[in-house]
Each structure stands twice: as C-alpha cells, then as structure tokens.
C-alpha cells in the first residue's frame, strides 16, 4: 500500500493499486518510483532488489573487481 499526499491540500489518500516489489535481499517493499531493480533473474531465479541493495550490489562488484585497467606507470 502506498500513501499519496498532495502537496497543496494536505489530503491524504491510501493507494492500493500503485505496484510494490519485495526485495530479494531484506524483503523490504518498494516501489517503481523509488528506483532499484524490479524484475530481473540471476541464471533462472528471479530476483528484485530495493534501491539500497541494488547500491550495495554495485558496490561489492566494484570491490571485487579490484582496479583493472587502472595500471600504475612506472
Ligand atoms: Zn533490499
């Protein structure tokens, strides 16, 4: 469920049919506004991520690959 407040009455509405993913990861809820990845499969397993583990994802593959084709000179 998501909650919708309009920024000129203050009125708020409660929203049912706005789609809500669950991450793969810490099972939080998300939404297609609010980024991460929504449908998506490593080899046959569908997977969605939460903006936050999506970030975190890319940052462990960064650390992971280490710093190729950034040769020191000497
Ligand atoms: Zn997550």
Redesign the pocket.
Known sequence: MAKIINIHTGDKTDRDDIPVFE?S??N?KFSEGEGGLQHGAIGMIPVS??P??FSGIFDMVDYFKGSYGEEEEE
């Open positions: 991450c990861i810490c939080c991520f939460c936050t583990c």
